[in-house]
């Protein structure tokens, strides 16, 4: 029920569409969860491409493990992570990709850091989030935003630029999901 109420509002092809992912490529999808998006993802890359899935939380890993056993998904490696330690190989991913993850990561300069040196050259990371817009985001804090699920486009987008990233494209009001939250879209590379 929920995956099928995200289809709505999440807009998840027109997310796959701009995300661009090719056949055969290596991605990373921090914060996979129960595997919503990972499975997306997987279905992108092909079966001659490899899906990483991390997430700190092994019940939801555990779901994902069922949608890989039974959708026959053999290109997604399931990994459980620690809060601030990816185990990413250096260089060794075409792209990054974080849907409602980035506004619950605490060492963000650790992750990014990790994102920027396992990407190789020319390769791009995605953050999909929300904000509340019933917050004042203008004024509120990192660690306001934290404690009510929320992060601000433009502190992303100035977290990605100081890991190194180069920011190519960032739509502020990238959809919207009920009760006024709205959803951004920031894409960055690795020059």
């Known amino acids: 029920m929920e995956f099928t109420l995200r289809d709505i509002w999440q807009k ?8 661009g992912i090719e056949p055969a490529e290596k991605v990373a999808e921090i914060g996979a969860g129960e595997g919503y998006f990972s499975v997306k993802l997987a279905e992108q890359v092909g079966p001659d491409g490899k899906l990483l899935a991390l ?5 939801r890993l555990n779901v994902l493990r069922l949608l890989k056993r039974y959708g026959q998904f053999e290109q997604i490696e399931i990994v459980e992570n620690k809060p601030k330690q990816l185990d990413l190989k250096a260089a060794s991913l075409d792209k990054v990709v974080m849907v409602n993850t980035y506004h619950e990561i605490e060492d963000f300069e ?9 990407l190789k050259p020319g390769g791009s ?17 990192r660690k306001k935003l934290f404690k009510k699920h929320s992060i601000r486009p433009v502190m992303v987008a100035s977290d990605l630029e100081a890991a190194g990233f180069s920011v190519k494209n960032q739509l502020d009001k990238y959809t919207k999901q009920p009760e006024k939250i709205e959803w951004f879209y920031i894409a960055a590379s690795k020059e």
């Open 125 to 141: 990371i995605y953050i999909i989030d929300s904000y509340d817009t019933k917050l004042d985001n203008d004024k509120a804090s």
């Open 110 to 118: 650790a992750i990014l850091k990790q994102c920027f040196e396992a």
């Open 12 to 19: 998840p092809d027109t997310l796959l569409t701009l995300i």
């Open 55 to 59: 997430d700190i939380d092994p019940e």
